[in-house]
């Protein structure tokens, strides 16, 4: 046997013990010393597989068997679980899901910001842990193995999809909206668009739900041209689930495989759906940012609230305001909100949605968060706190210098990335604020993705 089928045999018959659970949810183990990142497994559990990949300081693997089995393994209940890319903890029990999810928290203010002194709380964990999404999006593609397909991307693969007739986080309607719909074009022989050779027609199916209105909306993203068979269509859809109460078409006629477009054609209805946050009424449109557990938005926002304290003396920053709903969910324990966000798009929504619900104590200003800091300092001389709800990546570091020079009495960080929110944090106590709480939340149960709220204080 030669050196190199040696070092292969080897490669593919390690034994080792699952430790930990990883920030990106792979399983974490050792081989010779060297820490490897499995594909699947739970701490407590021993696998047999093969090195995939080395690196200098970890590897990565693939298990190929099961042969110690941990007590907090359950079974996946969805029958797609072994190749979905989605609900990759599924087959871990979800009070165990909890921990490893506040873990993570802990974990990335320890490592990365080098925190390890702060007060956390425990996580507060989804009543609702099935069906709670209110948007799901479905990929159109042409398989060399299964031709036809509407469904969602394999595990580790991109630019693979497999066909799919329920999903169990989304609503039973919406499921019988995936298999119709699938139903529907292959019966039309609309071209489905392939994402190799860029062919075709159709290519996402976007469904987003009233979770508290019961309104579902129906956003098919295309290449360019009319939607073929539009009055059967509506026909068709409004029969099956009478609540579908718009639908539209986003044209994408570029290449990026992405589920909205640069144009829009309502095709029925007003061309938004309105969802019900505590009393106040927000209208969604195709591409609106809306938090995808209306559920849980409900007790984050509600604990955003609660832990920062707000008064009728206090002039509230919303930055990274999106569209409104924190802002205008606070604006009546405030004296005022100025809300700032770069996607035009959103601020239109973010008026639209004020304009709504009568609240004339807000304003929102279309900028980046760094620039309007920088450039306008001079209308949050009087603020008084601050909630900050970043894309994943964080602030932007000149965003955060000028946030510290600003020096806000308090801050509330709403962060669902806690690594980029413990390098943020280490920068803010730094610049001499403390960390009176973080509150880690689970938006998405069955995921390794968690939500913290975080109060600093001057």
């Known amino acids: 046997m030669s050196a190199t089928d040696r070092n292969s045999s080897q490669n593919r018959n390690i034994e080792a013990q699952i430790t930990d659970l990883a920030f990106d949810g792979k399983a974490v183990?050792?081989?010779?010393?060297?820490?490897?990142?499995?594909?699947?497994?739970?701490?407590?559990?021993?696998?047999?597989?093969?090195?995939?990949?080395?690196?200098?300081?970890?590897n990565y693997a693939r298990v190929s068997q099961l042969l110690v089995k941990s007590p907090d393994r359950?079974?996946?209940?969805?029958?797609?679980?072994?190749?979905?890319?989605?609900c990759t903890w599924q087959d871990l029990n979800y009070e165990k899901q909890l921990f490893y999810k506040r873990k993570q928290v802990v974990d990335c203010l320890r490592h990365i910001g080098h925190l390890d002194n702060v007060p956390i709380g425990e996580i507060i964990g989804a009543g609702s842990q099935f069906f709670y999404r209110n948007k799901m999006e479905f990929s159109f593609n042409t398989d060399p193995e299964q031709g036809f397909v509407l469904g969602l991307h394999r595990r580790g693969q991109f630019d693979r999809i497999f066909d799919?007739?329920?999903?169990?986080?989304?609503?039973?309607?919406?499921?019988?909206?995936?298999?119709w719909f699938r139903q529907?074009?292959?019966?039309?022989?609309?071209?489905?668009?392939?994402?190799?050779?860029?062919?075709?027609?159709?290519?996402?199916?976007?469904?987003?739900?009233?979770?508290?209105?019961?309104?579902?909306?129906?956003?098919?993203?295309?290449?360019?041209g009319d939607m073929p068979y539009l009055d059967e269509?509506?026909?068709?859809?409004?029969?099956?689930?009478?609540?579908?109460?718009?639908?539209?078409?986003?044209?994408?006629?570029?290449?990026?495989?992405?589920?909205?477009?640069?144009?829009?054609?309502?095709?029925?209805?007003?061309?938004?759906?309105?969802?019900?946050?505590?009393?106040?009424?927000?209208?969604?449109?195709?591409?609106?940012?809306?938090?995808?557990?209306?559920?849980?938005?409900e007790r984050l926002y509600g604990l955003i609230y609660d832990m920062l304290e707000p008064s009728k003396d206090d002039l509230m920053l919303d930055l990274y305001c999106g569209a409104g709903t924190i802002g205008i969910c606070a604006a009546g324990r405030v004296g005022s909100v100025i809300g700032v966000e770069l996607e035009p798009a959103a601020i239109r929504a973010a008026r639209e949605n004020a304009d709504l619900n009568n609240i004339g104590n807000i304003v929102f200003h279309i900028d980046s968060?760094?620039?309007?800091?920088?450039?306008?300092?001079?209308?949050?001389?009087?603020?008084?706190?601050?909630?900050?709800?970043?894309?994943?990546?964080g602030l932007h570091p000149k965003a955060l210098k000028y946030l510290a020079e600003l020096a806000l009495p308090r801050l509330a960080y709403v962060s669902c990335n806690p690594a980029t929110f413990a390098r943020d944090a280490a920068f803010l106590m730094q610049a001499g604020y403390k960390i009176i709480d973080i509150t880690p939340i689970d938006m998405f149960p069955h995921t390794m993705h968690i939500e913290l709220v975080a109060i600093l204080k001057k």
């Open 369 to 393: 968060v760094q620039n309007i800091l920088m450039q306008k300092r001079g209308i949050f001389d009087s603020a008084s706190c601050a909630v900050i709800d970043p894309p994943r990546a």
């Open 164 to 179: 799919i007739n329920q999903c169990l986080l989304q609503s039973e309607n919406s499921n019988r909206i995936t298999v």
């Open 184 to 224: 529907f074009v292959e019966e039309k022989k609309i071209p489905v668009y392939n994402i190799i050779d860029h062919s075709g027609f159709v290519r996402f199916l976007v469904i987003r739900e009233g979770k508290n209105t019961e309104q579902v909306m129906l956003n098919i993203v295309t290449a360019d």
């Open 29 to 58: 183990g050792q081989i010779d010393g060297k820490i490897t990142f499995f594909d699947s497994g739970l701490p407590g559990e021993t696998v047999r597989g093969e090195v995939t990949r080395k690196k200098a300081r970890y």
């Open 74 to 86: 359950i079974d996946a209940p969805c029958r797609h679980f072994e190749i979905c890319g989605g």
């Open 233 to 297: 269509l509506i026909s068709e859809a409004t029969s099956l689930v009478p609540s579908i109460t718009t639908i539209v078409q986003n044209i994408n006629s570029a290449k990026a495989n992405i589920a909205r477009g640069d144009r829009e054609k309502i095709l029925f209805g007003p061309g938004f759906i309105e969802e019900k946050l505590f009393e106040y009424t927000f209208r969604i449109y195709p591409n609106s940012f809306f938090q995808t557990n209306t559920y849980q938005a």
